[in-house]
């Protein structure tokens, strides 16, 4: 499976940016669609962004389309997430995790999460 750690978050005004990263691990991290979920305090963790193996799909959620950008880089297997005009809604822990798909409800691959990184938007 691949394993990740989480970076980049912390504490941000509203209408600023962020820039998660993901280190992942394996030397097979390229043929993996990988993605974000958050999971806000109290409620459940819910899809944020997807990016293909080769990084030639992604896919948003809703309510960030516009406003976050998933990337990758295969060499350094690492996953971004840069996040503009951040809103205090975006208050969450953000998780990667490899996925079963980039488009159609992503799903992780399986139960392994790393520790995330949090994510505070003051207004």
């Known amino acids: 499976q691949v394993q990740v750690v989480e970076s980049g978050g912390g504490l941000v005004q509203a209408g600023g940016s962020l820039r998660l990263s993901c280190a992942a691990s394996g030397r097979t991290f390229s043929r993996y669609a990988m993605a974000w979920f958050r999971q806000a305090s109290g409620k459940e963790r819910t899809f944020v962004a997807a990016i293909a193996g080769n990084g030639g799909d992604t896919n948003y959620a809703d309510s960030v389309r516009g406003r976050f950008t998933i990337s990758r880089d295969n060499v350094k297997n690492t996953v971004y997430l840069q996040m503009n005009s951040l809103k205090p809604e975006d208050t969450a822990v953000y998780y990667c995790?490899?996925?079963?798909?980039?488009?159609?409800?992503?799903?992780?691959?399986?139960?392994?999460w790393g520790q995330g990184t949090q994510v505070t938007v003051s207004s």
């Open positions: 995790t490899a996925c079963t798909r980039v488009f159609g409800s992503p799903l992780p691959l399986s139960n392994y």
